[in-house]
């Protein structure tokens, strides 16, 4: 009897209408290009996505806001431009947390509506205030921003500390063994990817070579919690393993679940059972893991008899980069593989192979299986999935997030976005998709520009250059001396969304 109260009385918090939502999964890759799975043209066979594809919705033009992590990550989460607010960029081991607790974000708009919601996976978004207390509460976090579960790789898997954190805290941290995390090296003889780089079992080519983990020196120095500490190759079944626990406990209400693996970031280590797997090295085993956890998870949902019930969107977090650090075989390997399939540049540019990725919208019975051509972007998530479990966003916030439910969902004559403003790591450098025309604005050169083909290297000396992506989609021909007036009109129009400080009109 005290259970069915108890049950009753849970049930009770759930607005009634919360029953007919569906769940909503959003499967977030790092670094995974355009070209990178098997159906939009990667020679690595995806068979899991490919089958996603066939069942739903693949955009070819699918867009996350950045091309680098965290202000992606930031973007999706808020429904806000990162560009917006100061520090959005790729957070260090020690950034506090940089969603404030307060923030409209897409885990607080579904939780309004009744949902269960949760992040497994990497965030990147960093804890505490003013910095991580690695051995006590780590607040704010996920859990005070909308999330009501969490367990995940806080930084990214390069930099420093190898811990799981779930809820407030560093998850299996022994007390007596505390966690230290600092910018300098701990004592003298503390091993490092350079006084210790012999012993390595992936060698670094630049930057990585502080704290050696698991045979592969990070971004960072810490020592302890040897307890909590990860293996790399476990990750991906981390992920998986928590996620299938958390979506059966959870079948019964509404939820969201933001799967954010760290596949395919460096150091690209997979498990053994998929190392050699794809022919093209570390960087290809990655990617047939991360199929695998695509998979696993369509598996859950079918068990459960959620496929039905369940909107699932797979995309990633920026384009692809080669060489981001280890020598990992990911140019020897390459062979005819193109990461970012047709388009120009990749992870840290805003040429549309920074921005433009994978996008795949499923819904079994509600949407039907095609290829959409309309402009999408994770920084509608928050606006377009509040619609569809009848949320607006408060009028202050998720500033930059539109209604393109209907496109999302593949309906036939349904717009996506008229314009897009893409981002790099926030150096002031943009890009503007409008309609059939980029406008790609250079004000800093240099790391933002990073390459994934040889061709990258020549770059633009304008500030403002034009193509016509119709004709011209990987972005080689400058048609601004042709096109004066367009130049002009969109940049006006960059200058107009940074200035009005939304684009996202109140209602
Ligand atoms: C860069 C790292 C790169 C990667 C990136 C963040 C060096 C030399 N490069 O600073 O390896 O970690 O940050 O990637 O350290 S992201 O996908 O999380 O944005
Ligand atoms: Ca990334």
């Known amino acids: 009897m005290k259970l069915l109260t108890t049950l009753l009385a849970l049930l009770a918090l759930i607005p009634a209408h919360a029953a007919d939502k569906p769940n909503i999964i959003v499967i977030m890759a790092d670094d995974l290009g355009y070209g990178d799975v098997s159906c939009y043209g990667g020679k690595v066979p995806t068979p899991a996505i490919d089958q996603l594809a066939r069942e739903g919705v693949r955009f070819t033009s699918g867009y996350c806001s950045a091309s680098t992590c965290t202000p992606t990550r930031f973007s999706l989460l808020t429904g806000t431009y990162a560009f917006r607010q100061k520090d959005t960029g790729i957070a260090p081991p020690n950034g506090p947390a940089i969603i404030k607790p307060g923030t409209e974000t897409l885990p607080g708009i579904l939780k309004r509506a009744g949902y269960a ?33 969490c367990l995940l790789l806080p930084t990214t898997n390069d930099r420093v500390p190898q811990v799981f954190v779930e809820g407030r805290r560093v998850k299996n941290l022994d007390p007596a063994d505390p966690i230290w995390v600092g910018n300098k090296k701990p004592s003298e003889d503390h091993p490092t990817g350079i006084t210790h780089r012999d012993t390595l079992k992936m060698d670094w080519s630049h930057g990585h070579n502080q704290t050696i983990h698991n045979g592969i020196s990070r971004i960072g120095f810490y020592t302890g919690g040897m ?34 693996s760290q596949d395919i970031h460096v150091p690209r280590i997979a498990h053994e059972r998929f190392q050699g797997k794809s022919g093209h090295g570390p960087r290809g085993d990655c990617i047939v893991q991360f ?66 990725t994978p996008f795949i919208t499923r819904w079994k019975g509600t949407i039907a299986p095609g290829v959409s051509d309309e402009v999408v972007c994770t920084v509608d998530f928050a606006k377009s999935f509040g619609a569809l479990a009848g949320q607006t966003p408060v009028a202050n916030g998720s500033l930059d997030s539109l209604d393109i439910l209907d496109a999302l969902l593949g309906k036939p004559g349904a717009k996506g976005r008229d314009h897009l403003l893409q981002q790099d790591n926030g150096s002031g450098n943009y890009g503007l998709r409008a309609g059939d025309w980029k406008l790609v604005r250079l004000e800093k050169r240099g790391k933002s520009e990073a390459r ?48 009005d400080g939304r684009s996202r009109v109140a209602k």
């Open 291 to 356: 199929d695998w956890s695509v998979g696993e998870l369509m598996k859950t949902l079918d068990r459960l008899g959620l496929a039905e019930k369940t909107l699932v969107v797979v995309c990633s977090d920026n384009g692809p980069v080669l060489d981001d650090g280890y020598k990992d075989e990911a140019v020897s390997k390459l062979g005819d593989h193109q990461p970012a399939g047709p388009f120009r540049g990749g992870k840290y540019s805003v040429w549309e192979g920074g921005t433009r």
């Open 452 to 499: 994934v083909s040889k061709d990258d290297r020549q770059l633009p000396a304008a500030k403002h250059t034009l193509y016509k992506l119709t004709d011209d989609p990987g972005e080689r021909t400058d048609v601004s001396a042709a096109h004066p007036e367009v130049v002009e009109r969109l940049s006006a129009q960059i200058d107009k969304i940074v200035k």
């Open 117 to 149: 919601t949760a992040v497994i996976g990497k965030w990147h978004l960093g804890l505490g205030d003013p910095e991580p207390d690695w051995n006590g509460e780590l607040k704010p976090g996920p859990l005070d921003i909308g999330f009501d579960h």
């Open 227 to 260: 307890k909590a500490r990860f293996r790399d190759e476990d990750l991906a079944d981390a992920w998986v393993n928590e996620s299938n626990r958390w979506i059966e406990a959870n079948k019964e209400r509404p939820f969201f679940l933001y799967f954010a």
